[in-house]
């Protein structure tokens, strides 16, 4: 008995073609994706120099605060050990021995000299102050006339020492203002007067010596009387016949044209003079 073939079984169709589509899906390819370099974010550069600045700036401030404490420290302690004061100035006497304005009324012309006696005393015990030259000068008080000008040495104050020295101010036919010079100078009675003495001074310590600096010396209230003006020369007279008779005596004029002296003393105040460029402080 020969054997039954049955046909092989055909295999299911895809789901396309099993729907009745009939085309077959496409197949699909890869693509590879596009390779884009990234830059470093921009919010962690920004707290990296904000974290930078912070610290640069937290370690500067240290510092000068550890300045500010060390300098204080040191002030502290060079107080403690020196108890450092201020040179002390006193105008001791003041003569005005001459004095001419004249009587122009749009430009009057000045001629006078002051002399000063001044008084310097070092209050400190361990402290030396060491003088430039001092230049000084004056003027009316009310109105800033200037009555002229003068320079005098500089030298070394010794600690606890006084020195006096002298000077004279003087001005040669020097043009004024009217308004000013006809109410501030007076020919006769006394008017008050401004000196001003300007110089750079240093300090030192024993072997250790600081920068000059520059100080004021300002001394107001100070009263000057002009010399009283000699009395005119006598005139001869004559008698009835015309012969001429003997001028009378001149009078003692020794006492009437000796100017008047200020003893009273002006105590002067001591400012220290800053200067940064071009201003002055």
Request: with cysteine; hydrophobic share 40%; charged share 15%.
């Amino acid at each position: 008995m020969a054997d039954r073939v049955y046909p092989a079984a055909k295999p299911n169709p895809p789901p396309a073609m099993a729907s009745g589509g009939g085309v077959p899906p496409k197949p699909q390819m890869y693509q590879r994706p596009i390779y884009r370099p990234q830059g470093p974010a921009k919010g962690k550069r920004g707290r990296s120099c904000r974290c930078s600045f912070c610290c640069t700036f937290c370690w500067a401030l240290l510092v000068i605060v550890l300045l500010a404490v060390f300098a204080a420290a040191a002030g502290g302690v060079f107080y403690l050990l020196y108890r450092p004061q201020r040179p002390s100035f006193t105008v001791s006497s003041v003569r005005l021995t001459s004095f001419n304005l004249s009587s122009s009324a749009t430009a009057p012309v000045l001629t006078d000299t002051i002399q000063l006696t001044v008084t310097a005393k070092n209050p400190n015990k361990k402290l030396v102050y060491f003088y430039d030259d001092f230049s000084f000068s004056a003027a009316t008080a009310a109105n800033g006339v200037p009555l002229g000008d003068a320079t005098v040495p500089g030298f070394a104050h010794q600690a606890g020492n006084t020195t006096i020295f002298t000077t004279t101010i003087a001005a040669a036919a020097v043009t004024v203002d009217p308004s000013g010079a006809g109410s501030d100078l007076k020919k006769s009675g006394a008017f008050s007067v401004s000196v001003d003495a300007d110089t750079r001074a240093g300090v030192k310590v024993g072997s250790l010596k600081t920068r000059k600096m520059g100080i004021q010396v300002r001394c107001d209230g100070i009263k000057v009387t002009p010399p009283s003006q000699p009395p005119p020369a006598p005139k001869k007279a004559k008698g009835k016949n015309g012969t001429a008779l003997a001028p009378a005596p001149a009078l003692d004029t020794a006492e009437t044209t000796t100017a008047t002296v200020s003893t009273a003393a002006h105590s002067c105040t001591v400012r220290v003079r800053v200067k940064i460029g071009r201003w002055t402080f």
